[in-house]
């Protein structure tokens, strides 16, 4: 079973930034980030695979956010800049042993969110 644990969430205005981390237990071979605004479901954000250091992000992450790991101390991050008001949510650091970790309904292993709140 892998744990996960985030941290870095918090309030900043419209332009400011925040960088999320989440410590895992064990090795993975994806890691990633989910995120789940009030009223909406969770929607991918970014993820990044060990083997190769491949990235992907969604649309409106890219040029924003920047995601990378540290497999040495099992750690991930999330760099988030320019943050707007529809980037307020809570946001889920995603783990799995398979390169499912785009796939709301397939990444095993979930963090509990660290809450990003962003105002206008």
């Known amino acids: 079973q892998v744990q996960l644990a985030e941290s870095g969430g918090g309030s900043v205005q419209a332009g400011g930034s925040l960088k999320l981390t989440c410590t895992t237990s064990?090795?993975?071979?994806?890691m990633g980030w989910f995120r789940q605004a009030p009223g909406k479901g969770r929607e991918a954000v970014a993820q990044i695979y060990s083997r190769d250091g491949d990235t992907n992000y969604a649309d409106f992450a890219k040029g924003r956010f920047t995601i990378a790991r540290d497999n040495a101390n099992n750690t991930l991050s999330l760099e988030m800049n320019n943050l707007q008001p529809e980037d307020t949510a809570t946001y889920y650091c995603v783990a799995d042993r398979r390169p499912v970790c785009k796939f709301l309904d397939r990444v095993a292993y979930w963090g509990q969110g660290t809450q990003v709140t962003v105002s206008s």
């Open positions: 064990e090795y993975s071979y994806c």
